[in-house]
């Protein structure tokens, strides 16, 4: 099945940072999404881009499906952004996702 | 609109017994995922259905677990004989299932499952 790949594991900013996460997947995909698991445990979804950039606020989010990689940045951090960030990718419409390990990261005042 | 909604928001049973965990999705999506989430680690798919049958149940781990739709919309994951590597936290998910490939997926709050 397709692996996925999310990079750095752990981060730890200051408030005010930029940071940019990345996520690597094994094969073509149709649907790529990025979500921010809040401390309650609540998946938001942040993005879906199987390919493209999109902008939203602070966030934007890049896929370059043809080499199989995407990237989260987020722009002038707070600390309500702490939380682990996931992607998950699918190879066509249905078909269930397959999420990475996440990126914990935590945002200092 | 209403989310994806799941009930208990907590489940605490013994080892053995058996539990149903129900999943409420978002109104029109005919497509209906559960996920499962152990500490640290990212949801794992368990089971898909595609209106009432399931499409895909691949990822349950054995057969204690099962799950229905009947009507196309709630579903009811059914755990036997639970025992304790079967706390986790159980998540859903609904997505429109249109002929476009645009088919994102939506998360409820999740059911978290405390087998003693």
């Known amino acids: 099945g397709i692996q996925v790949e999310q990079s750095p594991p752990d981060l730890i900013l200051q408030e005010g940072a930029n940071s940019t996460l990345r996520c690597n997947f094994s094969d073509s995909v149709n649907n790529l999404q990025w979500f921010h698991q809040n401390p309650w445990g609540q998946l938001i979804n942040l993005f879906y881009?199987?390919?493209g950039t999109k902008q939203n606020g602070r966030l934007s989010a890049t896929t370059v499906a043809t080499e199989r990689y995407s990237l989260l940045y987020i722009s002038s951090s707070q600390t309500t952004d702490s939380g682990v960030y996931f992607c998950a990718v699918a190879r066509s419409g249905n078909t269930p996702l397959v999420f990475g390990k996440g990126t914990r990261l935590s945002v200092i005042a | 609109g209403a989310g994806v909604s799941q009930t208990p928001s907590n489940k605490v049973t013994e080892k053995g017994k058996y539990v149903e965990l129900r999943c409420d999705p978002i109104s029109g999506h005919t497509a209906l995922y559960w996920y499962r989430q152990s500490l640290g680690q990212g949801p794992e798919f368990l089971i898909y259905?595609?209106?009432?049958?399931?499409?895909?149940d691949s990822g349950l781990p054995n057969d204690r677990f099962f799950a229905v739709r009947p009507e196309g919309s709630v579903s009811t994951l059914k755990i036997q004989r639970t025992e304790r590597g079967d706390s986790a936290v159980y998540l859903c998910?609904?997505?429109?299932?249109?002929?476009?490939?645009?088919?994102?997926?939506?998360f409820g709050p999740g059911t978290r499952l405390t087998v003693l």
């Open positions: 881009i199987p390919s």
């Open positions: 259905f595609q209106g009432t049958g399931a499409a895909d």
């Open positions: 998910a609904s997505s429109l299932s249109t002929p476009s490939s645009y088919n994102e997926q939506f």
